[in-house]
């Protein structure tokens, strides 16, 4: 990995292809479909929340750190957050529908019923899609999540799959202590399970300016149809 593969130009984010775009910022992993498959733990189902966008942003790109073509970016620890949508078997599942929302730097939210929607960071995109390829992998960048009253920090997921149910998850950042006391992660009672959503969310060694890579896997808990 070097500092050319780091500090990518949007354009250039926003165009590569589904398929291995992880691994072309050096954060993603190598990864053969099906090996290791009985040690797949499926993904826990969590809930989708209040705060799913119930008026989308202008901008709905894999890119949540600029909107449109705005100069200015939001506030807040940059990082490139990936990982693979599998099926029980661990086989990656192509033209997967991947949906992700978060709060911002100031812990508000895109919907119009978020508490603090007064503080919002306008520069913040706070929703994001993504179609997988054949790699079954996924991108975004964004940033760090952060807490607000009543939880730990989060990133919401929604999964959509043809002629599946919708699957919603979240995903948690690894030694956060409100993570402790978190109601909604604590329903987990198996740990195995519980720590299957909770990710490190790690400084990227060669960038200059603190960026973090995070990778998050999703078992969904079939096999598609051949």
């Given amino acids: 990995m070097n500092n050319n593969n780091l500090f990518w130009t949007r354009r250039r984010f926003l165009s590569v292809g589904a398929a291995g775009t992880a691994g072309a910022v050096g954060i993603g992993a190598l990864f053969t479909p099906g090996v290791f498959a009985q040690q797949l733990i499926q993904t826990p189902r969590q809930t989708e929340g209040p705060f799913y966008p119930n008026k989308m942003p202008l901008d709905t790109d894999n890119d949540l750190l600029i909107v449109n073509d705005a100069i200015t970016p939001a506030v807040g620890a940059v990082t490139y957050l990936s990982g693979r949508i599998l099926d029980s ?31 919002r960071d306008a520069n913040f995109q706070g929703f994001g899609r993504f179609m997988t390829g054949s790699t079954g992998e996924y991108l975004f960048r964004t940033i760090k999540p952060v807490p607000y009253p009543g939880r730990t920090p989060h ?27 978190d109601s909604i992660l604590k329903n987990i009672r198996d740990p195995k399970v519980r720590e299957s959503i909770i990710v490190d969310f790690a400084p990227i060694k060669q960038s200059r300016v603190g960026e973090l890579a995070a990778r998050f896997d999703i078992v969904l808990g079939f096999t598609p149809e051949s």
């Fill in 89 to 119: 078997r661990g086989e990656p599942i192509r033209s997967a529908f991947v949906e992700i929302w978060q709060c911002d730097n100031n812990g508000a939210y895109i919907h119009t019923n978020s508490v603090n929607r007064d503080k």
């Fill in 155 to 181: 990133i919401h997921f929604v999964v959509k799959v043809k002629g599946q149910e919708k699957f919603s998850t979240q995903c948690y950042v690894k030694g956060d202590p409100g993570n402790e006391r």
